[in-house]
């Protein structure tokens, strides 16, 4: 398995900003599909949402539609990090963020989060009103 490291998280107010990244190793990172996910307060962690995903090459993007058009994931092969820009962020953004490798997903992405075998600690994203 890869080893996935997230960074980046914090306090903010609405309408700011935050670059997540997730630093891997262990592993050929070039060979996962990347994928962002969080688990919003009240709910367990095995009910994470999906929030967006890129593919190998980095050619393909996914975004749920509750951050389409406010995030943008995007990854560096040579760095070996995936990163999530989050742009005019809300109160309902607040979650824990986590990163997640797929190895079994060679072209495009996939939103199931059991088709991702990896995953970081998370990272606490708070969104102040």
């Known amino acids: 398995q890869v080893q996935l490291v997230e960074s980046g998280g914090g306090l903010v107010q609405a309408g700011g900003s935050l670059r997540l990244s997730c630093a891997a190793s262990?592993?050929?990172?070039?060979?996962?599909?990347m994928g962002w996910f969080r688990q919003v307060p009240g709910t367990e962690r095995e009910f994470v949402e999906y929030?967006?995903?890129?593919?190998?090459?980095?050619?393909?993007?996914d975004y749920a539609d509750s951050v389409k058009g406010r995030f943008t994931i995007s990854r560096d092969n040579a760095k070996n990090t995936v990163y999530l820009q989050m742009n005019s962020l809300k109160p309902e953004d607040t979650a824990v963020y986590y990163c997640?490798?797929?190895?079994?997903?060679?072209?495009?992405?996939?939103?199931?989060?059991?088709?991702?075998?990896?995953w970081g600690q998370g990272t606490q994203v708070t969104v102040s009103s």
């Open positions: 262990g592993r050929t990172f070039s060979n996962y599909a």
């Open positions: 929030v967006a995903a890129v593919s190998r090459s980095g050619g393909t993007t």
């Open positions: 997640a490798a797929d190895r079994t997903t060679s072209l495009g992405v996939t939103p199931n989060s059991y088709e991702y075998d990896s």
